[in-house]
């Protein structure tokens, strides 16, 4: 069984860091780009970050830009998300996901996910 799954959630003060691990299972990530995207209640799933196949490559949103960084452990079949300062804006679900597709550049084609991981930052 194919699977994605998502740890390192949780409640954080505002200006903190968590750092998210995807690790996969059933498949190798090696040959994917992973996504992390984030939805927060009543608003649109939003793309946070993208790290190619072979970790040479990332790509973040300007919201989050100079704060998170995407790196990933092939050997470990796991990719992490540091996030650092950490806002109350932040505060979603977030979920990895693989792309058939090796790099960053579209076309996208997510065809795994993860089942998310809550974020909560606030005082």
Not at 80 to 103: G, K, V
């Amino acid at each position: 069984q194919l699977q994605l799954v998502e740890s390192g959630g949780g409640l954080v003060q505002p200006g903190g860091s968590l750092r998210l691990s995807c690790a996969a299972s059933g498949f190798t990530l090696d040959v994917y780009a992973i996504g992390w995207f984030r939805q927060a209640p009543g608003k649109e799933r939003e793309k946070v970050s993208c790290i190619s196949s072979s970790g040479g490559d990332t790509d973040y949103a300007n919201s989050v830009k100079g704060r998170f960084t995407s790196s990933r452990d092939n050997a470990k079949n796991t990719v992490y998300l540091q996030m650092n300062s950490l806002q109350p804006e932040d505060t979603a679900i977030y979920y990895c996901a693989a792309d058939r597709f090796y790099s960053c550049s579209p076309p996208y084609d997510y065809a795994h996910w993860g089942q998310g991981t809550q974020v909560t930052a606030s005082s």
